[in-house]
């Protein structure tokens, strides 16, 4: 061997114990970055459960905790309960599981086991099974705050096991633009129980909704139930019997500190002889009415596009008054 390859293997293995030295350096420094992020989510977590309970809610993620080393943030509850501040309406889970990848921290799937219980003044309380039920949210991270749910097969039930409907498919996003409220979602057989006898003659339903609320975004956060100085733009409302009937509404619709509605619309109407059958199904006692309206709107055509206003809470269909609506809560 000669004496000039001694320093050159020497300089190689300097230059070896350098790298396996930085690469440890890196793996230290890597470790010590994600507990850090992870000790933020948490932070997070506590914030926001803390700014709820602020408004007099009650919110819980039980035991929750963060884990997915090293390329995710995993965080988990044992169960979810919100009880709003009026202690009407609640929503409690089994368990909930949230899971960012390190390189796109914006996205965050959410996974919610099922049932759900669920209580609203106007249903009372609902069990609620699903086949699937998944999510994305979106945090406010250099954009604007999102998010969209997935689910397939779901069933709500009274709790002494009661059908009360069920939904085949649905989907939806709620995005916060600024201060208002962007809302998109679709469903699929809709179909309602033995609790709404009538309603439960209808076939199975499939809707659209597409909208801006003005200041939903602040409206939501502030868990009021007015919508009186809110305002809408409908680009998009639609529900459908079949594949070949449906009525879709586009325009604006505002409600002043009273509660009275003000809205200029287009209502379509396609196929209506098929919507006015669908709508005696669940509404047999206004069959008179129904045949009447649908005998004045077949003079337009299959697929008439129909001008409607209300001003102050008084609907006008084209030139003829149809009544009024009372002023919302």
């Not at 044992?78 to 390190?102: F, N």
């Not at 680009?235 to 019997?241: V, Y």
């Not at 005998?295 to 149809?322: N, R």
Request: hydrophobic share 45%; charged share 25%.
């Amino acid at each position: 061997m000669t004496s000039s390859n001694l320093p050159r293997r020497r300089r190689r293995s300097v230059l070896l114990v350098w790298c396996v030295a930085l690469l440890v350096l890196i793996g230290i420094a890597y470790t010590f970055a994600w507990m850090r992020l992870a000790d933020v989510v948490r932070s997070r977590v506590e914030g926001t459960l803390a700014a709820l309970r602020a408004t007099g809610a009650i919110a819980d993620c039980a035991n929750h905790e963060v884990r997915g080393f090293p390329l995710q943030f995993i965080l988990e509850c044992e169960s979810i309960r919100y009880l709003d501040p009026s202690g009407l309406s609640e929503v409690s889970t089994a368990s909930m599981r949230a899971t960012a990848d390190i390189y796109d921290p914006r996205r965050i799937g959410i996974r919610i086991a099922e049932p759900a219980l669920v209580k609203a003044p106007a249903v009372g309380q609902l069990v609620v099974h699903w086949r699937k039920m998944d999510g994305e949210l979106f945090p406010p991270l250099g954009g604007d705050a999102a998010i969209s749910v997935d689910g397939k097969a779901l069933v709500a039930e009274r709790a002494q096991a009661e059908p009360m409907l069920t939904i085949a498919s649905m989907s939806g996003m709620a995005r916060a633009i600024k201060k208002d409220a962007y809302l998109d979602g679709r469903f699929e057989g809709l179909e309602f129980g033995p609790s709404w006898p009538d309603l439960g003659a209808l076939p199975p339903l499939s809707g659209k909704a597409d909208l801006t609320v003005t200041d939903g975004a602040a409206l939501a956060l502030a868990d009021r139930r007015s919508f009186r100085g809110h305002s809408a733009t409908i680009r998009e409302l639609t529900l459908s019997p079949s594949d070949d009937a449906s009525i879709t509404v586009k325009g604006h619709a505002s409600v002043d500190d009273e509660g009275r509605l003000d809205a200029d619309l287009k209502v379509r109407l396609r196929n209506p002889e098929e919507l006015a059958a669908a709508l005696k199904l669940a509404f047999p006692e206004a069959a008179k009415e129904i045949n009447n309206a649908a005998a004045m709107v077949a003079m337009l055509g299959s697929d008439p596009l129909v001008p409607v206003t209300i001003h102050k809470g008084k609907v006008t269909v084209g030139f003829i008054p149809l009544g009024r609506i009372p002023p919302l809560p």
